[in-house]
T-cell receptor, first 113, second 113 residues
């Protein structure tokens, strides 16, 4: 069965710092990859996704993620975080042909103003 | 386009009772999936329905059940509630499932006392 690992469970940064959240998955076949964000008191929403093509994917609010197939990774990055980026971030992987994505346990990001 | 709607948003039940949660997917979406979110376990998949049929099931006991109606609305039921069932229950919908992007509702907060 596929699994998704998010190595950082809690990250604390100051505003303007750079962010990189790790995500690794265990399946060797073709995958669809997602990052979701859950702001305090809000529902999970899609940040960005990769299905095929350019492995560098740009999402909303200045986030981007790079799919590195050889490393089974899909790390999320942002060059300069803001206080409003404080949220929980979930990586999800869906094996092509499977109906259900597998989610990582999430990373809690706190950005200090 | 209205998003995924879940009711009720908050509820408190006592051990041994049963609860029914409701989900209305985005119009036109035929796949509805349910997740349990807890601080320690992240998002855990419960089950997925497509065209009134349960297509996938996670590793939860039989006390957790669900169904989908012909209008794609879905309900999940938890019988004989236990304290450990306290969680945020999330419903998500997608057009077809199968690797498509899923969209989440705001969730139903269940507290079992």
């Amino acid at each position: 069965a596929q699994s998704v690992s998010q190595h950082n469970h809690h990250v604390i940064l100051s505003e303007a710092a750079s962010l990189e959240l790790g995500c690794n998955y265990s399946y060797g076949g073709t995958v669809n990859l997602f990052w979701y964000v859950q702001y305090p008191g809000q529902h999970l929403q899609l940040l960005l996704k990769y299905f095929s093509g350019d492995p560098l994917v740009k999402g909303i609010k200045g986030f981007e993620a790079e799919f590195i197939k050889s490393k089974f990774s899909f790390n999320l990055r942002k060059p300069s975080v803001q206080w409003s980026d404080t949220a929980e971030y979930f990586c999800a992987v869906n094996v092509r042909g499977s109906y259900i994505p597998t989610f990582g346990r999430g990373t809690s990001l706190i950005v200090h103003p | 386009k209205a998003g995924v709607t879940q009711t009720p948003r908050y509820l408190i039940k006592t051990r041994g009772q049963q609860v029914t949660l409701s989900c209305s997917p985005i119009s036109g979406h035929r796949s509805v999936s349910w997740y349990q979110q807890t601080p320690g376990q992240g998002l855990q998949f419960l089950f997925e329905y497509f065209s009134e049929t349960q297509r996938n099931k996670g590793n939860f006991p039989g006390r957790f059940s669900g169904r989908q109606f012909s209008n794609s609305r879905s309900e999940m039921n938890v019988s004989t509630l236990e304290l450990g069932d306290s969680a945020l229950y999330l419903c998500a919908s997608s057009a077809q499932g199968g690797g498509n992007t899923i969209y989440f509702g705001e969730g139903s907060w269940l507290t079992v006392v």
